[in-house]
């Protein structure tokens, strides 16, 4: 097992959506997240959480630790009861009497809490609410994503769908009716009720601009951090990569993620001594806003953007590498996967 990251980071990423819908809002009928006032797209850091969760367990294979391999199940799942991992870290932290998340005690508590986080990666990594069942406490996540957010406005649309087929009659009667019977209620109808309308919600095009956070303090076991290694770190880059590549649908339009524009800002340090320039490359050397602005500047905007062509020469690490601050070095996703 590598060790802990002992720098901090901040990445920045820019991906696109070509006829589909990026991020469904079920606060407005599952048409495409965006904000009201100025009509600019959005994506929930919840929703690229989810693909990198995804791909971890393609990647992975949902495996949990073995010896002093640290483990990559996923903890957040599909249709899942999250207090049976938590009753399970408890289990094989020692304590098997499970008393309810009020009766565990402290020790219990971190030792289950540190089981949770060597064998699941997106505790190591997004950290948890873990308080839900026996109880392994909470863990604050070394990786933070903030919401993602379009270039410019986009257009959402709703477009009708034909179906050349039904699917009725449905509910309990449909439970009751065997294939013969269903096939003489259908030769029954007349052939212009033996379709549906449906609706899809798409934009023709965005870019986006996705942003994040990488804390060494909270990696740091000696601090109560994670543990979330080199190793984790550069399966992050990985996943970020190719999180689309594994979640096609036709919902979802053509969606990519460009390795030449991410950015991935590693603060090292700038001082001759060895233990204040490390102590600096784990605090950091510059604010984060401004290491974003040295790209997000360098977009320009596109009235109407139909392609990523569209925006021109947009920017990438070589080009802003001579406006970096002192301490900090900047890199393509791709080129740390090496």
């Known amino acids: 097992m590598t060790s802990p990251i002992s720098n901090r980071y901040e990445f920045l990423f820019l991906f696109d959506c070509l006829n589909g819908n990026p991020n469904g809002d079920p606060d407005a009928g599952n048409a495409p997240r965006l904000d009201p006032q100025d009509m600019h ?15 971890v367990q393609v990647a992975r294979g949902n495996k949990l630790a073995e010896g002093d391999k640290p483990g990559y199940a996923i903890f957040i799942e599909h249709a899942t009861n999250l207090n049976i991992a938590i009753a399970r870290a408890h289990e094989n932290a020692g304590d098997k009497k499970i008393t309810g998340k009020k009766g565990a005690n402290k020790y219990d508590v971190e030792e289950a809490r540190e089981w949770m986080c060597r064998n699941f990666y997106d505790v190591r990594t997004f950290g948890a609410v ?7 406490g909470q863990v604050r996540g070394p990786v933070q994503i903030a919401f993602c957010r379009s270039v410019d406005p986009i257009l959402p649309l709703e477009a009708s769908i034909t179906r ?3 699917a009725e009659p449905e509910g309990e009667k449909a439970k009751k009716m065997t294939s013969k019977q269903l096939e003489e209620w ?21 870019l986006y601009v996705g942003k994040g956070f990488v804390s060494a303090n909270l ?25 689309y590549e594994h979640d096609r649908s036709s919902s979802k339009g053509v969606m990519t993620v460009h390795p030449e524009h991410t950015f991935v ?11 204040q ?26 009235a109407t953007p139909r ?5 021109g020469e947009l920017p990438t690490p070589n080009k802003i590498g001579a406006q970096l601050p002192a301490g900090v070095e900047v890199y393509r996703m791709d080129e740390l996967l090496s």
């Not at 392609?307 to 925006?311: A, E, M, N, T």
Request: charged share 30%; with cysteine; aromatic share 6%.
């Open 41 to 55: 797209g959005l994506v929930s850091d919840v929703a690229i959480k989810r693909r990198i969760r995804n791909y």
């Open 130 to 136: 873990m308080s839900t069942g026996a109880n392994a």
């Open 164 to 166: 050349m087929a039904i």
């Open 186 to 206: 259908t030769a029954e109808q007349p052939e212009d009720e033996l379709r549906t309308m449906g609706r899809k919600s798409l934009i023709p095009y965005g």
């Open 219 to 243: 990696a740091d076991p000696a601090h109560r951090g994670t543990g979330f290694s080199e190793d984790d770190l550069k399966l992050l880059w990985e996943a970020i990569l190719n999180m």
């Open 265 to 275: 800002f590693k603060h090292v340090g700038t001082d001759k001594d060895n233990e």
């Open 277 to 302: 320039r490390a102590r600096q490359a784990k605090l950091g050397c510059a604010p984060a806003h401004k290491l974003f602005e040295l790209v997000e500047s360098r977009i320009q905007h596109v």
């Open 307 to 311: 392609s990523i062509k569209d925006y």
